[in-house]
């Protein structure tokens, strides 16, 4: 396929963000905000397999990859076909003495419809099915229509939505959660694991490479073209100082309009004004520990084994895994259950706090470095709501032995959910406020990183 080549003209352009003190109007091509510092920046050319850094906070702008299209399609349809396995089979299947069951995939979410969880349910089915389902039936589509040089209709739609989707996609969470659910159960009876179970394993690694192959920049190239960017853009500055936002989805830098409302002139998505005080972040943080109350005082799953109920609260399933000596699956619930959304919801809470302080501790990386890892780690507590899924739908033999979900589930499930919108709605922008680009960063180590020893011409 002849594909769309990007503008190749930055031989000049890094190097005239590294003459901070001239600050030179440069092309008005491929010009980028970093999303996390706010920092208005030429691109390098880039060959595949090259990546251009934030020289300011190291944020990755743009990765390159060989064949974009071929290889994103590819990696979705095989990933397509092994979620096709992962539902159509056996998924797991136990037995105690003659007594046990074989659960498919679905069951998992289906199952809870019938315990009174139907929200529970619903996350489930999204985040591990659904979600991922319409992020690589979009992007084949997608990647079909620009090999075939003429974008399939709805293709701009389709490209808006698969950064909304990518967050919320967590087959690879629900594996560590359908381990630790083997290995609770494991020690009490005999435990299968079915065709659907591997193939969702290799599902959920697919489906790591799928997202990790697209590389927005290209494809928004290769949809739209790209517009110039507006006039006086000065790199090596602020874009909010200049009135200008760097679109979060396709990143071309747009005028901001004086009401601060606006649209991207590409791709038509809402622009990102600058929000110093952080108040939704600051509001979503309350409603979840609001919720955490109740995910931790109500139990999160009812056993019954031979007709005597025990209700288990997060913290009383850790202690249970402590005195069966399970030290690791202790540790793994304790973490993702307590540790990461307790220290989540505070590093949260300090971060929109010193936004408003003079004297701010730690540095601007540091910061910065902080709320990273707030946002990867968010997702990882869901794996306590997959093991309640799982095991319910596993574990349903009546008075005999069954478990059920606690209204723990709901809160924590709730709990998990707030905490993520309020590290995505949080603005990183803010933590580099009244920063002068040249005082933190070495501004000439602009450019792309090369994994090889080639080396660069920019
Ligand atoms: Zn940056
Ligand atoms: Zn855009």
């Not at 979060?248 to 005080?277: F, I, M």
Request: neutral net charge.
């Amino acid at each position: 396929m002849a594909e769309p080549s990007l503008p190749e003209e930055n031989s000049t352009i890094s190097a005239s963000v590294a003459h901070r003190h001239a600050r030179p109007t440069v092309s008005r091509r491929r010009l980028r905000v970093c999303h996390e510092c706010d920092l208005l920046l030429a691109l390098p050319s880039l060959k595949s397999g090259e990546k251009a850094d934030c020289p300011r906070c190291g944020h990755t702008l743009v990765r390159r990859h060989a064949n974009p299209a071929e290889r994103s399609l590819a990696l979705a349809i095989a990933t397509l076909i092994t979620l096709a396995l992962s539902v159509a089979f056996p998924f797991i299947s136990f037995d105690i003495s003659g007594i046990g069951n074989r659960i498919e995939l679905t069951e998992t979410a289906s199952t809870l419809i019938g315990q009174h969880q139907p929200l529970v349910a619903l996350c489930v089915l999204l985040t591990v099915i659904v979600l991922p389902a319409i992020y690589l039936l979009s992007l084949s589509w997608l990647c079909l229509g620009l090999i075939l040089q003429h974008p399939l209709p709805r293709s701009r739609q389709l490209a808006r939505t698969l950064r909304h989707v990518t967050p919320w996609m967590m087959a690879d969470v629900f594996v560590i959660g359908t381990l630790v659910s083997l290995i609770k159960i494991m020690g009490m009876a005999h435990v299968e694991l079915g065709l659907s179970f591997w193939s969702f394993c290799a599902y959920a690694l697919l489906l790591l490479l799928t997202t990790q192959s697209v590389d927005s920049d290209w494809l928004w190239f290769s949809l739209d073209k790209e517009p110039q960017a507006p006039a006086g853009s000065k790199v090596g500055l602020a874009a909010a100082e200049q009135g200008l936002s760097g679109c979060h989805t396709c990143g071309l830098v747009n005028r901001l309009p004086e009401s601060g409302k606006g649209r991207c002139q590409r791709c038509d998505e809402p622009l990102h004004p600058y929000h110093a005080g952080n108040q939704v972040t600051l509001a979503l943080l309350a409603a979840s520990v609001v919720m955490y109350l109740p995910a931790n005082l109500y139990p999160i799953m009812i056993t019954t084994s031979l007709g005597d109920t025990t209700p288990s609260t997060i913290i009383g399933g850790v202690l249970l895994f402590l005195q069966e000596g399970d030290f690791p699956i202790a540790m793994i619930i304790f973490v993702a259950s307590v540790l990461v959304p307790v220290s989540k919801m505070l590093a949260l809470l300090w971060l929109c706090y010193v936004v408003h302080q003079k004297q701010r501790p730690l540095s601007q990386m540091s910061r910065i470095r902080l709320y990273r890892i707030t946002e990867f780690i968010g997702r990882w507590s869901m794996v306590d709501v997959f093991v309640v899924a799982i095991l319910v739908a596993l574990i349903r033999n009546g008075s005999i032995m069954s478990i059920e979900p606690g209204a723990g589930a709901l809160a924590f499930t709730a709990v998990v959910l707030l905490t993520m919108l309020a590290a995505m709605m949080f603005d990183p922008r803010s933590i580099w406020q009244g920063a002068s680009p040249s005082e933190h960063a070495d501004l000439s180590s602009t450019g792309p990183q090369r994994p090889s020893k080639e080396s660069s011409h920019v």
